[in-house]
């Protein structure tokens, strides 16, 4: 981890946010009590023969546990020291969007490195729960906790997409057709070992799909860039040490839009399905987990010139593929993105895609620290763009599916998401 000030900070005010998750929704559960309690009292009898007092303090009772998870998970002594110090730091507010410069230097004596570093922005792809918010922010340290508080149910509900039972549907749907491509690109059988095929998943969350590659044998880097997804992406991968050796209560922050509350608002939802560890133990490729910028780390300074993550040598031409899942719509300009994952793919290297194109920084009113602003495309549009940067595209469908979706749930988000295979385009001789 870095020990630049700026960045040391931003990290310090990530762990004081998971650390003030308690508090926080203990309050907005105080909020629905205080309204029950002020309803007349032949009301609030009705309201108590359903069961309502009882689902209120059921409720509080799944914050606690959500938050002895969290606990658990920021107490890990690489994070300790930060802690202590946001403990002992005066209120400052949540820093919603730091920038930076990527670093490397988190070494967690796994056989499977991660290496973290903050991040300036972060996107979701998650519907959020509206219910959990307060009703207007009265200033901006406020605002600030209140974005970092959402932030933080959005990284609890990818715990259950990447390392539960219960996310398998959206696994199955989103990776399974990548990693069934990536087999049948580099079969076994194909002369060239595996280990040998290094494969980036930028945007890769809480790492599973980048572990599932890695199983395969595949040399797997994952890179990500937001703080809470690389705090809670350590803990599932170098910490936990047998199946369901954790609980989460993961849907109790809105009330709306369940079917029940014993079996779907307060789902207690146990992780990880499987230990990261024991999947790759012996058998697995290199994997290793990024964090950073993805234009930063893998742009043009990087593709001649090693800038830390590749040792002795640039980027251009060493991966034989790159992996984006619920990625692509994350950039401001999706010409950068093409030209980085075209340049660092090798000839006859594949670029697997499957996502949506929710431009996270459309309507937008901050620029990037280079100025920038946001450039959407449509469908159609993208793949234009990716075929004049020198791709050819194969293998074209659509991908119905949700994203950290609440299981039979009263309200489905559902994306009907673009899924293709491209290889890069050999020269003209």
């Known amino acids: ?17 998971f650390d003030g998750y308690m508090q926080y929704h203990l309050s907005a559960n105080h909020a629905r009590r205080m309204a029950f309690l002020q309803l007349p009292k032949e009301q609030r009898t009705i309201y108590e023969t359903i069961g309502f007092r009882e689902k209120l303090d059921a409720v509080d009772e799944g914050i606690r546990r959500n938050a002895e998870f969290i606990d658990e998970m920021i107490r890990d002594p690489v994070f300790a020291d930060m802690l202590d110090a946001s403990d002992a730091e005066q209120d400052g507010g949540i820093d919603s969007d730091h920038s930076h410069s990527h670093s490397h230097g988190v070494d967690h004596g796994h056989s499977h490195s991660y290496s973290h570093s903050q991040s300036h922005h972060s996107h979701s792809h998650d519907a959020g729960s509206s219910g959990a918010k307060r009703q207007r922010s009265s200033s901006p340290a406020q605002a ?18 990447d390392w539960a039972e219960e996310g398998a549907g959206e696994r199955a749907a989103c990776y399974a057709p990548i990693l069934e491509a990536l087999e049948g690109y580099f079969p076994l059988s194909g002369g060239r070992e595996r280990g040998n095929r290094k494969v980036l998943v930028p945007g890769c969350g809480l790492g599973r799909l980048a572990m599932e590659i890695a199983a395969r044998g595949f040399f797997s880097q994952g890179n990500e860039f937001s703080t809470y997804m690389l705090i809670a992406s350590h803990f599932v991968l170098n910490q936990t040490t047998s199946p369901g050796s954790h609980s989460i209560f993961p849907y109790l922050h809105s009330y709306s839009n369940h079917l029940t509350t014993g079996t779907h608002l307060l789902r207690r939802v146990s992780i990880p399905d499987v230990v990261p560890a024991d999947v790759l133990d012996g058998k697995g490729g290199e994997f290793s987990l990024v964090a950073g910028d993805f234009e ?38 999706i010409l950068s993105f093409l030209r980085i994952i075209h340049a660092l793919l090798e000839e006859d290297g594949v670029w697997i895609n499957l996502g949506p194109l ?30 004049a940067v020198g791709f050819d595209i194969h293998e074209e469908k659509m991908v119905e599916t949700t994203y950290t979706g609440i299981p039979e749930g009263m309200l489905q988000h559902r994306y009907n998401a673009a899924y293709w295979t491209a290889t890069k385009r050999k020269p003209v001789a």
């Not at 981890?1 to 004081?16: F, G, T, Y």
């Not at 600030?144 to 997409?161: P, Y």
């Open 296 to 333: 930063e780390i893998y742009g043009e300074q990087s593709w001649d010139v090693a800038v830390g993550v590749e040792g002795e040598q640039g980027q251009r031409g060493k991966w034989a593929a790159v992996v984006t899942c619920f990625f692509i719509d994350c950039s401001r300009n």
């Open 358 to 387: 929710l431009w996270h920084f459309e309507n937008s009113p901050t620029k990037s620290a280079k100025g920038e602003g946001s450039i959407e495309l449509s469908l159609d549009e993208v793949k234009e763009l990716a075929r």
């Open 1 to 17: 981890m870095s020990d630049s000030a700026e960045e040391r900070s931003h990290w310090q005010s990530v762990i004081k946010a």
């Open 144 to 161: 600030n906790n209140d974005l970092a508080q959402d932030k933080i149910r959005s990284t609890l509900r990818s715990f259950v997409r």
